[in-house]
């Protein structure tokens, strides 16, 4: 399983690690990612994804999955997050 946030696009970054005596070793830092079941109101049920915290705080700030993906830009999101991005937004159309 890669180590990326499924809405963000969010991945490893590499670094040094630096010690007291000013050595420097290679390193990386993985983001802090999460196994959540987010609700869509649209779909009118869960759906689980691996994302990174701050990615849950984003949706949250944006009012739910539906509204984070609709602004959400399509070569960021992963092939599972885009097919619910495309499934919300048929059901949107059916409903309205």
Same mark, same amino acid.
Request: glycine letters at 14%; zero cysteines.
């Given at each position: 399983m890669a180590r990326r946030c499924e809405l963000t696009g969010k991945?490893?970054?590499?670094?040094n690690n630096v010690s007291h005596a000013n050595n420097k070793t290679r390193r990386r830092f993985l983001p802090n990612l999460n196994d959540v079941t987010l609700q869509s109101e649209t779909?009118?049920?869960?759906?689980?994804?691996?994302?990174?915290?701050?990615a849950l705080r984003s949706v949250d700030h944006r009012g739910?999955? *539906? !509204?984070? &993906?609709?602004?959400?830009? *399509? !070569?960021? &999101?992963?092939?599972?997050?885009?097919k619910l991005k495309k499934e919300i937004q048929k059901a949107q159309a059916a409903n309205a």
């Open positions: 991945g490893p970054m590499s670094g779909l009118g049920r869960g759906v689980k994804l691996r994302i990174s915290a701050a739910g999955l *539906d !509204a984070f &993906l609709a602004k959400a830009k *399509d !070569a960021e &999101l992963s092939d599972n997050a885009l």
